[in-house]
C-alpha cells in the first residue's frame, strides 16, 4: 500500500465484487478514496463454483480500483460469507484464586480461552469470537473488568464459524489474484459496521443484508452480537424464480425485477399486463404483472418466515427495539419492507448510510454496506490491534464488538 | 443366488390374497381390478349381500349370514366381529395356503371395524404375514365413527405384522374442495389401490434390486406410526426426476419434508426393459438428499415389461409420532418362512458397460471373500451406496466372525438399521429443475429444496 493508513475491503458478492479503498484514522471517519466494482462470474450463493473466473471477477474489480485511485493495491480486508456459516453463544468462566481480587488482563486472556471451548462440527473452524458481555460475580453488564474487584468473572462471548475448506476457497482466491489478506471477517459483521449506528445496536436491532446470493443477518442486543449467520437465499433466487416461473431469460427476468418487480401483492389492477420488448432470440410477450408480484412476493416471504424460524429458535425478536434494517441489492425490492413488517412484526427501516467523507455518493448504495464495513471494520481494529498501554482503552471500548481474535 | 431379470417364464408366483372387508374394502377391491389387473387372489368379505353380490372379487364370504340375515351391520362394530366370528369358517377357507395376505378395510363402519382384526388375527394364525391397510374416517363422519376406528386399529395393529393407515382427512386435498363427497372417497380409494398394487408389485415384480416383505416390514415399523406413501409415474426426458417429484407431491407424502425424521424408507424403482441404472442412480441421489444422515434407504428397483417407456417410483415409510426408534421391533412370533429368504439379487444388465458408483462392486455376491475387516465391519463398508451395503451386511453376518457377532442379535438382524449408521454421501447434484443453480449444491433447509421456485412449492399445497 502506498500510505500504511489506506485499507482496502474487498467484498466478494454473488453479483458483484466491489472494492473499496480508503484513507483511515482511528478517531476519524473514513474518507473514501474509490470504489472499484466488477461484474460477479464463478459465484452462487456466496460461494466459488469456478475458480477461475472468480478470480478474473477479482482482478478485474481490483484493477478497476486501481485505475481510480491511482493506488496499488497489496492486500486488503475480505468478507465471507455462504450458507455454511453458523454461530453460537458460549460463556467462559474464571474463578480468582485466593487472595487475589483485582481482574487482570490474564484472567481476561483465561476466560476467552475457555470461552472457546465449545464443540463445533470437525469441520468447521472459529472465525470469529465477540466479547457480548462481562459479568463480575454475578454482575450483568460490566464493560470492561480489568481493575475490578471480584471473585469470579464470566465472559460472554458470541462465536462465529464456518467450514473450513469454504473458508481455504475465499482465501486461496484471494491470494491468487495475488492479494494479501489483512483479516477474513464474516461478512455479517462487516455489513453491521457498515449499516447499524451505535444507538441501534445498543437498541437492539437485526439487520438483513439480502444480496444477490445469501441472506446474511444478524442480531444485536445491548450493543453486542446475539445471533447470526447466513441463509444460502438473495436475489439471485428470485431473479431464477422470474425466469422459471414466467419462462422467460435471465437477463430479461433480471430487468423486469429491477424495473416492476414488487414484494407486495395487489397493489396493480386486475388483469394488468406488462409488456415485454422483442428482443434477438426474444419475442415480444405480455405478462400479468399480479403473477410477476406473486412469485417475488412467495420467494421472499418464505425466505423472511424460514429466517423467523431460527429467530424464533432463540427468542431476540421481541427486545429489538430499532426492529429490523435492510440493506444489500435485494433490499431495493418494492414492497420489501412492508412484506417484512408484516412477516417479522416489528417496524423495517432501510439502512443509513454509513458516516464517511471522500466519496460519499457512493455510501447510499446498500450493495456496498458490507464493503464500507469492511472499511469501518478496518478502522476500528487499526486502534485496536497494537497492544500498547495507551491503545489499551480503544480496545476495551471496540473490545464489545470483536473481541479480538 | 443371481437370478436374471429377463427370465420371467420361471416366476415364483407368491400367492397373495387381498381381502377387502366391508363396504369400502371392496370398493377397493373393485377399484384394483378396474384399474388394472393384478395376479392375486380377490377376497370380498362383507355382511351386506347386495354389495357382495356387485363386487368382483374371485372368492366372496357372506359374514354373518345368521346375525344380520344379508343385511348390513347398520355401523355396529360389535354386530360385525359377531357376523365374522360366525362365519369364522368360510373365512378360514378363503385364506386358505396364502403365505402373504393384505386385508383391506374402512375402518368407521360396522363390517370394516368390527370384523377386520378377527380377519387379520386369523390369517396371521393360519402361518401367513399380514398386511393391513386400513382407512380411517373422514372428520365429517363423527366422532363416534373416528372412536370405532381407533379401537379397531389398535386390535389390527397387535396382530397384523405391519399396517399403513390411511387418514382419510390427509387426502382430502387432492379432490378440490368443490369435489362432492363421493369424489373425495373414490380418491381415497384410488390411492389405496394404488398403495396395494405398489406392495404388490414390490413383492411379486422381479427385480433388478429386489425389495422384500421384510423390507416392507422394517420401513413400516413402528407403533402409533402415520404412514407415508407415495407413488408417481412418468415417462419421456427426465421421467426419472419426475416420477421422483410426483411422488414426494402424493398428499401421503406431506412434500417429503418428513422423510428427513424417518428411520427407514423403503423405494421402489419399475420401468421398462429401458430402464437404465443411470436413472435410477440419480434418482436415489436426488432422494438421498430429502432423508436425514440416520436414515435407511431400503432400495429395490424392478423390470416390468408392461411399464415400457415409464418410471414409478413408489416410497413407503413411516413417521412415528415418538421419535424414531432405532432398535428393531421385538421378535414378531410368526414365522417367516420363504419370504426373507426371498433372494436379494444384483443383477447388472450385461449389455450395458456403464457401472455407476455404487453398482460397481454389485458383481454376484455369491462366495464373498472373508475379507479380515475389523469389528466395525458395517461402519467400515458404509461408503458405497446402500442396497450394496446392504447386501454386505447379509454377507457379512452370513460368513464373518466379529461383524456377525455385532449384528446377529437383532431379528433379521442383517437388515436392521441400527448398527451402522450411514452418512449419506453429500450428493452434488438434485434432479429437480432448479433454473441457474442447477449446477452446484442444492440450498437445502428443513428438507425443502430452496433453490427450487417458492411460488412452485408454496402453490402447490
Given at each position: 500500500m502506498a500510505k500504511s493508513n489506506v485499507v482496502v475491503g474487498l467484498d466478494i458478492g454473488t453479483t458483484k465484487v466491489c472494492v473499496a479503498v480508503a484513507e483511515v484514522e482511528a478517531d476519524e471517519e473514513p474518507r473514501l478514496l474509490c470504489i472499484g466494482q466488477a461484474e460477479t462470474h464463478g459465484v452462487r450463493k456466496g460461494e466459488i463454483t469456478d475458480f477461475e473466473a472468480a478470480r478474473e471477477s477479482v482482478r478485474s474489480a481490483i484493477s478497476d480500483a486501481e485505475s481510480k485511485s491511482d493506488l496499488e493495491i497489496r492486500s486488503a480486508f475480505v468478507s465471507l460469507t455462504g450458507g455454511h456459516l453458523s454461530s453460537l453463544n458460549n460463556r467462559g468462566v474464571v474463578e480468582l484464586p485466593d487472595g487475589r481480587e483485582e481482574i487482570t488482563d490474564a484472567d481476561l486472556e483465561e476466560a476467552r480461552s475457555r470461552g472457546r471451548q465449545v464443540s463445533i462440527p470437525a469441520t468447521n473452524t472459529f472465525l470469529h469470537t465477540l466479547v457480548r458481555q462481562y459479568r463480575v460475580d454475578g454482575r450483568d453488564g460490566v464493560v470492561d473488568p480489568v481493575g475490578i474487584i471480584g471473585t469470579r468473572l464470566e465472559a460472554d462471548f458470541h462465536i462465529m464459524h464456518g467450514v473450513v475448506t469454504r473458508v481455504q476457497n475465499t482465501v486461496k482466491l484471494v491470494k491468487d489474484v495475488p492479494l494479501a489478506i489483512d483479516e477474513v471477517v464474516v461478512a455479517s459483521l462487516a455489513s453491521a459496521l457498515g449499516a447499524l449506528d451505535e444507538s441501534q445496536r445498543d437498541r437492539g436491532v437485526l439487520l438483513l443484508d439480502i444480496g444477490g446470493g445469501t441472506t446474511d443477518y444478524i442480531i444485536y442486543r445491548d450493543g453486542a452480537v446475539a445471533q447470526s449467520g447466513c441463509l444460502g437465499v438473495g436475489g439471485d433466487h428470485v431473479t431464477n424464480d422470474i425466469s422459471m416461473g414466467l419462462r422467460i431469460p435471465i437477463a430479461r427476468a433480471e430487468r423486469l425485477k429491477v424495473d416492476e418487480g414488487s414484494a407486495v401483492l395487489g397493489t396493480c389492477l386486475p388483469d394488468e399486463r406488462i409488456h415485454l420488448r422483442a428482443e434477438p432470440g426474444f419475442g415480444a410477450r405480455e405478462i400479468e404483472r399480479e403473477m410477476l408480484h406473486q412469485i417475488i412476493h412467495f420467494r421472499l416471504r418464505e425466505m423472511f418466515e424460514l429466517l423467523k424460524e431460527r429467530f424464533d429458535a432463540e427468542?431476540?425478536?421481541?427486545?429489538?427495539?430499532?426492529g429490523i434494517v435492510l440493506t444489500g441489492g435485494a433490499s431495493q425490492t418494492s414492497g420489501i419492507q412492508h412484506l417484512a413488517e408484516d412477516v417479522f412484526g416489528l417496524p423495517v427501516t432501510p439502512a443509513n448510510p454509513p458516516?464517511?467523507?471522500?466519496?460519499?455518493?457512493?455510501?447510499?448504495?446498500?450493495?456496498?454496506a458490507t464493503v464500507l464495513g469492511l472499511i469501518e471494520y478496518a478502522r476500528v481494529t487499526s486502534g485496536a490491534r497494537p497492544t500498547g498501554g495507551l491503545l489499551f482503552k480503544m480496545k476495551s471500548a471496540f473490545g464489545r464488538l470483536f473481541g479480538r481474535r | 443366488m443371481s437370478d436374471h431379470?429377463?427370465?420371467?417364464?420361471?416366476?415364483?408366483?407368491?400367492q397373495i390374497k387381498v381381502v377387502g372387508i366391508g363396504g369400502a374394502g371392496s370398493n377397493v377391491l373393485d377399484r384394483l381390478v378396474l384399474e388394472d389387473a393384478v395376479e392375486v387372489d380377490l377376497v370380498a368379505c362383507n355382511t351386506d349381500v347386495q354389495s357382495l353380490a356387485s363386487s368382483v372379487a374371485t372368492q366372496k364370504v357372506q359374514l354373518g349370514r345368521g346375525v344380520t340375515r344379508g343385511l348390513g351391520t347398520g355401523g355396529d362394530p360389535d354386530l360385525g366381529f359377531n357376523a365374522a366370528e360366525e362365519s369364522a369358517q368360510d373365512i378360514a377357507s378363503a385364506l386358505q395356503g396364502a403365505p402373504l395376505v393384505f386385508v383391506v378395510a374402512g375402518l368407521g363402519g360396522g363390517t370394516g371395524s368390527g370384523a377386520t382384526p378377527l380377519v387379520v388375527k386369523m390369517a396371521r394364525d393360519r402361518g401367513a404375514l399380514v398386511l393391513a391397510l386400513v382407512t380411517l374416517p373422514f372428520s365429517f363422519e363423527g366422532r363416534r365413527r373416528h372412536q370405532q376406528a381407533m379401537e379397531s386399529l389398535d386390535a389390527i395393529r397387535h396382530f397384523a405384522d405391519a399396517v399403513i393407515c390411511f387418514e382419510n382427512d390427509r387426502m382430502s386435498d387432492v379432490a378440490l374442495p368443490s369435489a362432492g363427497v363421493h369424489e373425495a372417497f373414490a380418491k381415497a380409494d384410488h390411492l389405496m389401490g394404488q398403495c396395494i398394487r405398489a406392495v404388490i408389485d414390490l413383492v411379486q415384480r422381479r427385480g433388478l434390486i429386489r425389495l422384500g416383505f421384510d423390507d416392507l416390514l422394517s420401513a413400516l415399523r413402528g407403533h402409533e406410526a402415520q404412514c407415508l406413501f407415495g407413488y408417481g409415474e412418468a415417462q419421456g426426458v427426465d421421467r426419472a426426476a419426475s416420477a421422483l417429484d410426483q411422488a414426494l407431491r402424493s398428499p401421503l407424502m406431506d412434500q417429503g419434508i418428513p422423510l428427513n425424521e424417518v428411520a427407514n424408507v423403503l423405494v421402489n424403482i419399475a420401468g421398462g426393459t429401458d430402464l437404465t441404472l443411470a436413472e435410477v442412480q440419480t434418482l436415489m441421489r436426488a432422494l438421498s438428499q430429502r432423508t436425514g444422515e440416520q436414515t435407511q434407504l431400503l432400495f429395490g428397483a424392478a423390470v416390468d415389461p408392461k411399464l415400457n417407456g415409464r418410471v414409478g417410483v413408489t416410497i413407503i415409510s413411516s413417521l412415528s409420532a415418538r421419535p424414531a426408534e432405532p432398535a428393531p421391533l421385538p421378535?414378531?412370533?410368526?414365522p417367516l418362512p420363504a419370504i426373507t429368504a426371498l433372494p436379494r439379487t444384483v443383477a447388472v444388465p450385461p449389455s450395458s458397460g456403464y457401472t455407476p458408483r455404487g453398482f460397481a462392486p454389485a458383481a454376484p455376491p455369491a462366495p464373498a471373500p472373508p475379507t479380515p475387516l475389523p469389528v466395525a465391519a458395517p461402519v467400515s463398508v458404509a461408503p458405497s451406496t446402500k442396497p450394496r451395503s446392504i447386501t454386505d451386511r447379509i454377507l457379512e453376518s452370513s460368513g464373518g466372525g466379529a461383524s456377525a457377532a455385532v449384528v446377529a442379535p437383532a431379528h433379521r438382524g442383517s437388515l436392521a438399521p441400527a448398527p451402522a449408521p450411514e452418512p449419506e454421501?453429500?450428493?452434488?447434484?438434485?434432479?429437480?429443475?432448479?433454473?441457474?443453480?442447477?449446477?452446484g449444491e442444492p440450498t437445502i433447509v428443513n428438507g425443502e429444496d430452496l433453490d427450487v421456485p417458492a411460488i412452485f412449492r408454496r402453490r402447490v399445497k
Open positions: 427468542r431476540h425478536l421481541p427486545y429489538l427495539g430499532a458516516s464517511v467523507s471522500g466519496l460519499s455518493g457512493a455510501v447510499t448504495n446498500p450493495q456496498l | 431379470p429377463a427370465d420371467s417364464s420361471s416366476r415364483e408366483a407368491m421378535a414378531p412370533p410368526a454421501p453429500p450428493a452434488p447434484v438434485e434432479n429437480v429443475y432448479r433454473g441457474r443453480f442447477e449446477k
